[in-house]
């Protein structure tokens, strides 16, 4: 009876390694223990009149397509649909927004938000995509853009706006 138990125990013990292993793996292929960057960001406006600015940050991957929103400045939903091209992407895939959602930004104003990506991503071909528009006003799908890159990020010149965004700054969040 002894030597049946301990054969029966020792198979139960190497299930349950099998089954934690199995688990763990699982975990690791969703990315659930994907490492993440952070970064902060300094978004200064032009001067311009008129109403605030609504503006998103995305994550565009290296086909050129919406993957991620990173950010988003203007919180009342009625308005997103004035991003176009975002828009869409947002519709269609249904993300959550609630963290990632503040103040827009008026004319001249600075706003900081912190944007995070999988650090796996850097270097990958990916873009951060900052998208304005403002009531009554014209849209710009790409106001700003940058390469998902430790270089891109980390000049000290900034990235340059085509719209309403002066300039846009990225300091690393450790």
Sequence with gaps: ?????????????SNLKFMILSIFALLISNGVFAQTTK????????????KEAYVVISLINPKGQ???TLGVLGTDNEWYNTLKEWDKFR????EKLN??????????????RVIEF???????GYKIRFESAVETQKYYSKDAEVALSAD???????I???????????IKVQ
Excluded: C, D, P, W
């Excluded at 891109?152 to 900034?158: Q, R």
């Design 99 to 112: 963290a990632v959602t503040g103040a827009s930004i008026a004319g001249g104003a600075r706003a900081t």
């Design 1 to 13: 009876m002894t030597k049946r138990y301990n054969s029966k125990n020792k198979k139960m013990k």
């Design 152 to 158: 891109a990020l980390n000049n000290k010149e900034g």
């Design 160 to 170: 340059k706006g085509n719209g309403y965004i002066r300039a846009v700054r990225f």
């Design 118 to 124: 999988e650090t796996a991503k850097l270097e990958k």
């Design 66 to 68: 919406y993957e991620q």
């Design 39 to 50: 970064y902060k960001t300094m978004i200064q406006m032009n001067n311009y009149s008129g």
């Design 91 to 94: 519709t269609k895939k249904k």
